[in-house]
């Protein structure tokens, strides 16, 4: 298995452009999530979904959006990137388990730029 | 909202002594947390986790202390390898109906000295 896995690894935009984070994971997992990081902080979630059709916002989803048609993939797109959102990029699933998620995997993540 | 933190952001220690990491919760309806270990450019790495109804748990040279009472978390590394240098954090979620969000604390970097 490949586990999860995360397109581009690096990315440089500038303001206004968009552009779409692709994650896929092939454990046949429920949940996926994504995640931003910035320097000296801890993960913050943007979006994640608990099935194919089925998405909910995370603590940070203002300029994000999401879709889920499939088990395996769960792109995160930026429709006008901003500065703000320079950052590291987590993607990660899970198995549900009972009424919460069970232990997440992460991808190596997508360094994104935008000047 | 409320949030996961850490009590120490580095914490530095000589090879082949104990490591121990600290972390505080303050959702008191949080059940079930986890630590992550993040080595420099990549992801993060599932440790070990334990549940509300549990005060420890061991894994392979780690164990997890939980003390409910005062809302916090341990993270202790025994006998600490040079391959144990990263940044370690702890994160919360509970079981509510709907609730499928992990809260992470901001971290803490472990240096070992070798």
């Known amino acids: 298995n490949a586990g999860v896995t995360q397109t581009p690894k690096f990315q440089v935009l500038k303001t206004g452009q968009s552009m779409t984070l692709q994650c896929a994971q092939d454990m046949n997992h429920e949940y996926m999530s994504w995640y931003r990081q910035d320097p000296g902080m801890g993960l913050r979630l943007i979006h994640y979904s608990v099935g194919a059709g089925i998405t909910d916002q995370g603590e940070v989803p203002n300029g994000y959006n999401v879709s889920r048609s499939t088990t395996e993939d769960f792109p995160l797109r930026l429709l006008s990137a901003a500065p703000s959102q320079t950052s590291v990029y987590f993607c990660?699933?899970?198995?549900?388990?009972?009424?919460?998620?069970?232990?997440?995997?992460f991808g190596p993540g997508t360094r994104l730029t935008v000047l | 909202g409320e949030s996961v933190g850490l009590h120490l952001p580095t914490l530095s220690v000589q090879e082949g002594d104990n490591s121990i990491i600290n972390c505080a919760y303050s959702n008191s309806a949080s059940d079930y947390f986890i630590w992550y270990k993040q080595e420099s450019g990549k992801g993060p790495q599932f440790i070990i986790d334990i549940r509300s109804n549990m005060d420890k748990r061991q894994g392979q040279r780690v164990t997890v202390l939980l003390n409910k009472t005062v809302k916090h978390l341990s993270l202790q590394i025994a006998a600490t390898q040079p391959g144990d240098s990263a940044v370690y954090f702890c994160?919360?979620?509970?079981?509510?109906?709907?609730?499928?969000?992990?809260?992470f604390g901001k971290g803490t970097k472990l240096s070992v000295i070798p």
């Open positions: 994160a919360e979620t509970y079981s509510g109906a709907g609730s499928y969000q992990l809260t």
């Open positions: 990660a699933s899970s198995q549900l388990a009972g009424g919460y998620t069970d232990t997440q995997y």
